[in-house]
């Protein structure tokens, strides 16, 4: 498969080990086109991502397009906190942003835990029945954050938090939101491969490499489009070229 474009990457201003030069310089060798760093948001304990970080990381993205052949977006992997779909990422963040990548995860600060503990702390935790009493609450919470912001992706869907992919995936068609094929977590999305394809969402390919070996590498993914008859077409980043449009304008609703 021909594939051009990866939209989910780290760089050290959250949790990945090289700089934003080295992950395009990744992409070129790997024949990509178009590349989206997506640092984690501000909510962590461990591996924060600052405004200041933010700023700077947006300045050396501007000089690469300048001076590069890889496109390089400016995105940010938020963080859902709880039911109301509140994201660890200020809006200003947001506005600045080219992409919003949006999903559950853990170790989050203890505002945010304090907040929702159950969906903070059960959620990749808890016994499997625990975990499954908390689908409905998940399904909310992931809900709330499509309505509130402006999501382009939705990253790793139901890893370590079940959820109801089909109810999520229908609110995603509509708003044209990508549900991503994450090359490090697609085990997380087999279980909901028939509602998801059904659903007529459209798919985007997201590496989330921590380094620059990791850019552009999608052997499992591949494997799991051509297992479920996933038209190339319905992939951003492959194949045809689906074209990726992100959305700009926020109006903050808090």
Known sequence: MGIFGDYHMHTRASDGRDTVAAMARRAEEAGLSEIAIADHGCGSFMFRQTEEKFRAQQTEIAKLRDEGRVRVLSGIEGSITGEDGTLDVPDEMIRACDVLVVGFHRFLSLRYIAKAPSFLLVNGWGSKRA?????????RAWLAAMRRYPVDVLCH???????????ICRLAAEKGIYVELNEKHIDALEAYADEVIASGVKFILGSDAHSAKGVGAFPRTEEFIKRHGIEEERVVGMGAKAEFHPKKDFIATK
């Open 131 to 139: 975990k499954e009493k908390l689908k409905a609450l998940n399904t």
């Open 157 to 167: 869907l139901g890893h370590r938090a079940p959820v109801d992919a089909a109810a």
